[in-house]
């Protein structure tokens, strides 16, 4: 018997920058292709190879402003001194589709997505670095930024880290690999909540029909 498709998830990683969440998501959309990446606009420049509308959408601080105004947003917020946002409209068709969407966002917009609309659907994700001293290994060696910025990022990474207990899931990213398996399981499970489920109603409805046709 055919059950309705189930109502999409959103799933939030959130992480200092370093402890691996960028290789994360692109590795959970290469295993499973009805999970999109909600792809944010940004007013920060952008790096090496980092091309417009794929990693970000780049814009400057005025542009950002009148989409904040148009309420383009499903939430935004300012982080190591550039603006961050998440275009809502793709976030709500991949719901309505029964598609997932993840999100690589800060603490600050993972907040106001729980609080927004879709909060039933969110499944929240912290992942931590296994040590600070490795925190800062990554950081040197991924050689985007300076080494003023990863010092800036650094020290950023303990105010970020406080905000763990507001997440449904927290890792630890010892190895991409294994962290990866979990969050396959996570997706696996939540995906599964009755909640979730859409014509679970009308399943079970079909079931009792069945009962009833046997008692006759
Ligand atoms: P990066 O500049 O290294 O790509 O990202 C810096 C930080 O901004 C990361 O912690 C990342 O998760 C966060 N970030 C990226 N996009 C968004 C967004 O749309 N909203 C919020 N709130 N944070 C974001």
């Known amino acids: 018997m055919f059950v309705d498709p189930r109502r999409g998830l959103l799933i939030i990683l959130s992480s ?19 999970i999109t990446i909600s792809v944010s606009m940004t007013t920060r420049p952008a790096r090496g190879n980092e091309q417009d509308g794929k990693e ?23 982080v190591f001194g550039y603006r961050y946002g998440t275009p809502a409209r793709l976030v709500e068709n991949a719901i309505e589709d029964g598609r997932d969407v993840v999100f690589d966002i800060d603490w600050k917009g993972a907040n106001q997505i729980r609080n927004s609309r879709y909060a ?15 925190l ?36 630890i990213n010892h190895e991409v690999e294994q962290v990866l398996d979990k969050v396959k399981l996570i997706v696996q499970a939540e995906r599964m909540k009755r909640t979730r489920q859409r014509g679970l109603r009308r399943f079970i409805g079909g079931l009792n029909s069945e009962f009833e046709a046997r008692r006759q």
Request: charged share 30%; glycine share 6%; hydrophobic share 35%.
């Open 136 to 171: 800062n290994r990554r950081l040197r060696e991924r050689a985007f930024d300076s080494p003023s910025m990863v010092g800036h990022r650094m020290e950023k990474s303990k105010g970020e880290i406080s905000h763990w207990l507001d997440y449904d899931y927290v890792l």
């Open 56 to 78: 970000y959408f780049f814009v400057d601080d005025d542009t950002f402003l009148r989409k904040v105004g148009d309420n383009v947003f499903l939430e935004h917020a300012e």
């Open 120 to 134: 039933s659907s969110v499944v929240s994700i912290f992942v931590l670095p296994p040590s600070i001293a490795e």
């Open 16 to 34: 200092p920058s370093g402890a691996g969440k960028t290789t994360l998501t692109n590795k959970l959309v290469e295993w499973d292709s009805r």
